[in-house]
């Protein structure tokens, strides 16, 4: 049996709204966006099952059992994320009780980093534009001023 067409739009639309969720810059929408993830990916693995009986010997015949596998890992998958639930809403509770906000802040030390670079490439530009302003003038043909052929 393939996945229907529904189901694998569902699929992409948590997928989707999850990710944008986790590049927001609050924990709240963080939260959302790991819920709606691991449910993206709960729904996957149950795609990716293949339909059939009971896996219980005797309730159907050996070919026509399911796989409990993805069962299986869908009950981890379902433990995991309650698990990076509370520990997120634990982090955004305390965020907020300590700031009044639940807005993650920018390190001090990623916005060194950041000067670091800025004048790492500023002064690489300046290199760059003191070695083309600085060499002999030369005409098309790769001759400097004064030399004949």
């Not at 309730?59 to 998958?77: F, G, H, K, R, S």
Request: net charge negative; glycine share 10%; hydrophobic share 50%.
């Amino acid at each position: 049996m393939t996945p229907s067409i529904l189901l694998l739009v569902a699929v992409g639309v948590l997928f989707a709204a999850g990710v944008t969720l986790l590049l927001e810059r609050t924990l709240t929408r963080v939260l959302l966006g790991v819920i709606l993830l691991g449910n993206g990916a709960n729904l996957v693995i149950l795609l990716a099952a293949r339909p059939g009986g009971p896996p219980i010997i005797g309730a159907a015949e050996v070919a026509d059992m399911t796989d409990p596998l993805p069962q299986a890992m869908i009950l981890t998958a379902i433990v995991i994320t309650l698990g990076m639930t509370a520990f997120l809403l634990a982090l955004a509770y305390r965020s907020w009780r300590l700031t009044g906000e639940d807005e993650v802040q920018d390190d001090i030390e990623d916005h060194r980093i950041m000067e670091l670079a800025e004048r790492a490439e500023a002064s690489d530009a300046a290199d760059v534009d003191a070695e083309d302003d600085g060499g002999d003038e030369s005409d098309d043909d790769g001759m400097t001023e004064g030399e004949e052929a």
